[in-house]
């Protein structure tokens, strides 16, 4: 498997613009997650997904973020209108939940990530 | 609340031992995991702690106390491509991780 894949890589905006982000899951994960990452607040996690369903949105900053995931192999997320304070690193990452809720098999696997410049 | 708290820097040398603290504080989790991060790349899965105890991998091993609210990350042998920033996390129950703020980890030759 070629692990989560992100794109784009890079991408500079101007401010108000929209912004798409896109994340394949590796094949047969359940679980999908969006982190957001800066110098001042670490790594954050925004919103994750199983079996494609929303499950926990609390850490999406506003209402300018939404992420969807129309199916299995496939996930966004989207700003608009983009703002010069959303310029960051944003994470893909996924997971198979196997084994039961304490299950050892905890690893998140990343995508590369997209970083986001808003001018 | 739900916080961990690492040093943010760490310097050793090359073939130094190296033990990167966590403290926590948070209740119903899983276990706690830590990840490896290169500049420019990504969170890397390095080991979980799901018991307490002490797990070992090759040069990295990793505690936890929950007794403590605490664990801990131990590289050994440390060498230079081991630069890099370490993350723990915390797998609460329901499934969403919540990281550490990371420990930036120097080695010097």
């Known amino acids: 498997d070629a692990g989560v894949i992100q794109s784009p890589r890079h991408e500079v905006t101007e401010m108000g613009q929209e912004v798409t982000l896109r994340c394949k899951p590796i094949s047969g994960h359940d679980y999908l997650f969006w982190y957001r990452q800066t110098m001042m607040r670490g790594l954050e996690l925004l919103i994750y997904?199983?079996?494609?369903?929303?499950?926990?949105d609390s850490g999406m900053p506003e209402d300018r973020f939404s992420a969807k995931m129309p199916n299995a192999s496939f996930s966004t997320l989207k700003i608009q209108p983009s703002e010069p304070r959303d310029s960051a690193v944003y994470f893909c990452?996924?997971?198979?939940?196997?084994?039961?809720?304490?299950?050892?098999?905890?690893?998140?696997?990343f995508g590369q990530g997209t970083r986001l410049t808003v001018v | 609340g739900q916080s961990l708290e690492q040093p943010s820097e760490v310097t050793a040398v090359e073939g130094a031992i190296v033990q990167i603290n966590c403290t926590y504080q948070t209740s119903g989790f899983y276990g706690l995991s830590w990840y490896q991060q290169h500049d420019g790349g990504a969170p890397t899965f390095l080991s979980y702690n799901g018991l307490d105890g002490l797990e070992e991998t090759g040069r990295f091993s990793s505690f936890l106390s929950r007794s403590d609210s605490y664990g801990y990350l131990l590289l050994q042998e440390l060498q230079m491509k081991d630069s890099a920033s370490y993350f723990c996390?915390?797998?609460?129950?329901?499934?969403?991780?919540?990281f550490g703020p990371g420990t930036r980890l120097s080695v010097l030759p």
């Open positions: 997904f199983n079996n494609n369903v929303p499950i926990d």
């Open positions: 990452a996924s997971r198979l939940q196997s084994g039961g809720q304490g299950a050892m098999n905890t690893e998140a696997f």
């Open positions: 996390a915390v797998r609460f129950y329901g499934q969403n991780f919540v």
